[in-house]
Structure formats: C-alpha cells, structure tokens
C-alpha cells in the first residue's frame, strides 16, 4: 500500500462528460455493463524501461495511457465503491515513425511546455478517443484490481490491449519535458508494479468477445448505428 500514498502527477484529459450524447462508451468483450469515458491520462518515466505500469511477459513499455470508464448512470464516488463500477483501458506505447495515434494530443502538449504556461490547462479541439485505439482490439489482457493512482480502491476491471500504439522520439520527449508549475520536472508518474496476490489474468484474442468502443459523435455510427461502434 505504501506505493499508493505517493504523489503522483498527471496529465490528464477529461470533459467528456460534457458531450452530451456524443459522450463515448465502451461495451462488450466480457464487460457486464455500459461504461462512459471520463477522462484519460499519461504514465512515463524518464527512462524507456520502466514508463509503464504494466508489463507484458516482463517487459516494460516507454509510455502508458489509462481510458478510465465509470459505469454508465453512476457516479464516480459510486463506482469507486463498487468492484465492478470502473473499467480502465490501458495502451501501451511503443517509440515508432507513426505519430498519428497521439498526434491530436501535440497542440495540447506544446502549450503546456511554454514557459509561462506551466501548471495551467490547454484546449484539445475536435478530439476523437478512438485515434488512440490500435488496430487490433480484440487481443486483450483481463483481470481485476484497483486505481493505481490515490487511493487505489479495488474497484477496476483492467483491460490492457496486447497491441502496443505508436508514438514518436518526440512525442515521448514532449511529455517528459512537461514540468511542474513550479518548473521541476516529474521524473517519473508510475506506480511500482504490484504482486499479483492470487489475482488470475486472463487472455483473450476470440472476436466472439471483441469490445465496442462507441463514439457517438462518429458520422458513421449517427448514419448507421451501433454496428459502427467498433473502430478498425
């Protein structure tokens, strides 16, 4: 639990509760309910090996981002309380040539990195949560656990994406150049990875259990339906 007290600093993009009904949302791939997005955020390090909170077979990835989902109709008090009332998406980034995936996120970035903007929020325009998607979405870790940020209440279930998503040299340098306000750097924002204490993770890679990463706003979805929803 100790690791659990430290201050860990974010940056983090939410508001998407303010969309209205083109608020997104995730569905199937073995989750019991409906899950509304409500923010997401960004784990690094200043070193390549050791800037995501989780590993797969041991490995460590330069970057992670967590797309943290509430149960749908509830609220976040409510779903901390619940086993059940949080569903995290987790994306592993790889360094790449490929910026597009985090390519909506540079705008916000650079302001973030002025001088005389540190500390204060940036604007991202017309983003679209499923950029950040790989494009194999059906191949997915599983199992159940907590926040990883304070305090790290046992009400998550973990999906953890097996295909890594792209970012640049330069997309990682921008975010470990992000500073405090008070102009220090943040080393590092990850939780150390934790024993599994009897948990079972679970693999799955069948399209029968293949998830629904619905954005309403998509023109596709708002002329076809939900068949859209599953973004390729």
């Given at each position: 639990?100790e690791?659990?007290?430290?201050?860990?600093?974010?940056?983090?993009?939410?508001?998407?509760?303010?969309?209205?009904?083109?608020?997104?949302?995730?569905?199937?791939?073995g989750?019991?309910?409906?899950?509304?997005?409500?923010?997401?955020?960004?784990?690094?390090?200043?070193?390549?090996?050791?800037?995501?909170?989780?590993?797969?077979?041991?490995?460590?990835?330069?970057?992670?981002?967590?797309?943290?989902?509430?149960?749908?109709?509830?609220?976040?008090?409510?779903?901390?309380?619940?086993?059940?009332?949080?569903?995290?998406?987790?994306?592993?980034?790889?360094?790449?040539?490929?910026?597009?995936?985090?390519?909506?996120?540079?705008?916000?970035?650079?302001?973030?990195?002025?001088?005389?903007?540190?500390?204060r929020?940036?604007?991202?325009?017309?983003?679209?949560?499923?950029?950040?998607?790989?494009?194999?979405?059906?191949?997915?870790?599983r199992y159940?656990?907590?926040?990883?940020?304070?305090?790290?209440?046992?009400?998550?279930?973990?999906?953890?994406?097996?295909?890594?998503?792209?970012?640049?040299?330069?997309?990682?340098?921008?975010?470990?150049?992000?500073?405090l306000?008070?102009?220090?750097?943040?080393?590092d924002?990850?939780?150390?990875?934790?024993?599994?204490?009897?948990?079972?993770?679970?693999?799955?890679?069948?399209?029968k259990?293949?998830?629904?990463?619905?954005?309403?706003?998509?023109?596709?979805?708002?002329?076809?339906?939900?068949?859209?929803?599953q973004?390729?």
């Amino acid at each position: 639990m100790e690791s659990c007290e430290l201050k860990i600093i974010l940056v983090t993009v939410s508001g998407m509760h303010q969309w209205g009904i083109n608020w997104p949302y995730i569905s199937g791939g073995g989750l019991k309910h409906n899950y509304q997005l409500v923010q997401f955020h960004i784990h690094w390090s200043q070193m390549n090996e050791n800037g995501s909170e989780h590993t797969i077979n041991g490995k460590h990835y330069p970057a992670e981002i967590h797309l943290l989902h509430i149960k749908a109709g509830q609220s976040m008090n409510d779903s901390l309380h619940q086993k059940d009332g949080i569903a995290v998406v987790s994306l592993l980034l790889n360094i790449g040539f490929n910026p597009t995936p985090l390519s909506s996120l540079d705008g916000a970035l650079r302001t973030m990195l002025l001088r005389f903007n540190k500390g204060r929020p940036a604007t991202i325009h017309a983003f679209r949560p499923h950029s950040l998607l790989p494009l194999n979405t059906e191949s997915f870790y599983r199992y159940e656990g907590s926040l990883t940020t304070p305090g790290c209440e046992e009400s998550v279930i973990w999906t953890i994406l097996s295909e890594p998503v792209s970012m640049t040299n330069i997309q990682l340098a921008q975010l470990r150049g992000t500073r405090l306000s008070v102009g220090s750097e943040i080393k590092d924002n990850t939780r150390p990875i934790q024993p599994l204490n009897g948990r079972s993770v679970l693999f799955n890679s069948s399209k029968k259990h293949s998830f629904n990463f619905c954005d309403p706003a998509n023109p596709l979805v708002k002329a076809f339906g939900q068949k859209f929803c599953q973004f390729k």
